[in-house]
């Protein structure tokens, strides 16, 4: 860790009155008028400038900047260029980033307003703006940063209602506690909100507890029509289970995307039984090229959903654009043509990775997505980017540290890629959510926390660089 420079001590100021013993008498006299002069001055002439009304002082901001070992310090760390993000897990904080932080009092909770109930289908505009936070176990925490997401401008945010956090002791035993407040929370801060459902109990089967479907699909589609019930009219889009084309993410079996559409349908009509308004979005896939009982590419698993005929059970499409090493204007086909844009092992003979799917290591991937709807006459939807980012993490044993990119490229990278897709992409694509206002619970040795643009220290602030950037971009 880089150290710190320390204080240098205040000088001492030089005392006049040392002077007297070897002065002359006169001398000392003249000292005590000039003393008796200044005096009267200071009492009958002079005013001290005063501060305008209502003048603060100015924080000093110090962005945070993370080093080789991942320490964060008041310097800029120059990351080469450096998979995307995989799961989310959180661990207890036992560390703090270092560097650019700024004291802030606890959140003050925001006043209970009326929720707005929706009455009409849910609408998007293209792009629309939102942030996946992490609102689950704090509620001081969680309005700091639906505050911080509602001061950038931001409209919508994305929030995972886990399962087994909500109906975990046995089929029909809800705990509503969290949701109940997060919900609260939301309407106050006046934003829109994806949930994303999935994360089976124990009871429910399906590998736990690893990820994956329940053992028996009904169960899940229940609980989902039990979350519309609870919130009618007020949670804005549901995101249904996250990155099924992983086996890790699907009870450690083979991805199998006829599945994934069967519990699409059930939990589309199960939702909209309830409430007919809000957006239902498929799954964000994992961008990969392997293709195996590990992994399924997205352009492959997607057609497959299309084929069950998905097609009746989903408002948008899910997808996830992580931009990797690469700006985000960047063209697919140079980044899956050049070592060092794409995966490096995906270049060596023995992988015998096709060409063609090198193309998910750019953000542009999506519009190969986009190109999967539109063979299937599916060009009526929007495409919801769920997860995109560019990551910083600058350790030299992390796995994704082959496309880090500094922290003002991807203050940079941001921006672009809501400009790119405002000039290119309108009118199908949606919402676009970036990842992550940090789960608090994270650490410097959570690979996720170099995704984020705001990170785990509260009660201390530290945002990168990137969220002061996001918050100035026009949002029209």
């Given at each position: 860790m880089r150290q710190q420079n320390q204080l240098e001590p205040k000088r001492k100021g030089f005392n006049f009155l040392l002077l007297l013993p070897v002065l002359g008498g006169g001398a000392v006299v003249v000292l005590v008028l000039c003393a008796a002069v200044f005096a009267a001055y200071a009492i009958f002439f002079y005013e001290p400038g005063r501060p305008e009304e209502g003048a603060e002082p100015t924080p000093t901001v110090r962005i945070a900047r993370f080093t080789e070992e991942g320490d964060a310090t008041g310097d800029a760390a120059q990351n080469g260029p450096a998979e995307a993000p995989q799961t989310e897990t959180g661990e207890s904080p036992d560390t703090a980033a270092e560097g650019q932080t700024v004291d802030q009092p606890p959140a003050e909770a925001v006043a209970p307003v009326e929720p707005v109930i929706n009455t009409a289908p849910v609408t998007m505009t293209s792009p629309d703006y939102g942030m996946q936070v992490f609102l689950f176990w704090s509620e001081e925490i969680a309005d700091r940063d639906l505050q911080l997401v509602q001061d950038a401008g931001f409209?919508?945010?994305?929030?995972?209602?886990?399962w087994r956090e909500i109906e975990g002791a046995g089929k029909g035993a809800f705990d509503w506690s969290r949701t109940d407040r997060i919900m609260d929370q939301i309407d106050a801060h006046g934003?829109?909100?994806?949930?994303?459902?999935g994360v089976q109990p124990e009871w429910a089967g399906g590998g736990y507890p690893e990820v994956g479907p329940p053992?028996?699909?009904?169960d899940f589609a229940d609980f989902a029509a039990a979350v519309a019930t609870r919130y009618q009219g007020r949670i804005d889009?549901?995101?249904?289970?996250n990155e099924p084309n992983l086996a890790r993410e699907w009870g450690n079996r083979p991805p199998n995307a006829a599945e994934y559409t069967d519990m699409l349908?059930?939990?589309y009509e199960a939702i909209k039984?309830?409430?007919?308004?809000?957006?239902?979005i498929s799954?964000?896939?994992?961008?990969?090229?392997?293709?195996?009982?590990?992994?399924r590419p997205d352009l492959f698993y997607i057609q497959e959903m299309y084929d069950a005929g998905g097609q009746a059970y989903f408002d948008a499409l899910g997808a996830h654009g992580p931009g990797y090493a690469s700006p985000p204007e960047t063209d697919p086909?140079?980044?899956?043509?050049?070592?060092?844009?794409?995966?490096?092992?995906?270049?060596?003979?023995?992988?015998?990775?096709?060409?063609?799917?090198?193309?998910v290591y750019g953000f542009r991937h999506v519009e190969d997505v986009r190109e999967v709807m539109v063979r299937n006459g599916d060009t009526d939807k929007k495409i919801v980017l769920l997860e995109f980012g560019w990551t910083i993490d600058p350790r030299p044993e992390s796995p994704y540290n082959w496309h880090a990119v500094t922290p003002e490229q991807q203050d940079q990278y941001f921006q672009r890629a809501y400009a790119y897709a405002k000039e290119n992409w309108q009118p199908w694509i949606g919402i676009m959510s970036l990842i992550y206002v940090a789960n608090p619970q994270w650490t410097m040795n959570d690979e996720q926390t170099y995704w984020s643009i705001v990170y785990p220290t509260y009660p201390e602030f530290t945002p990168a660089p990137a969220y002061f950037g996001l918050k100035q971009m026009p949002k029209d």
């Open positions: 409209r919508w945010v994305k929030q995972e209602f886990a934003l829109k909100v994806i949930v994303r459902l053992n028996n699909m009904q889009a549901y995101q249904v289970w349908r059930m939990t039984a309830v409430d007919p308004f809000p957006i239902i799954a964000g896939l994992a961008p990969t090229t392997r293709n195996d009982d590990v992994a086909a140079e980044i899956a043509s050049t070592p060092g844009l794409a995966n490096p092992g995906d270049f060596k003979p023995e992988n015998n990775v096709p060409e063609e799917l090198r193309r």
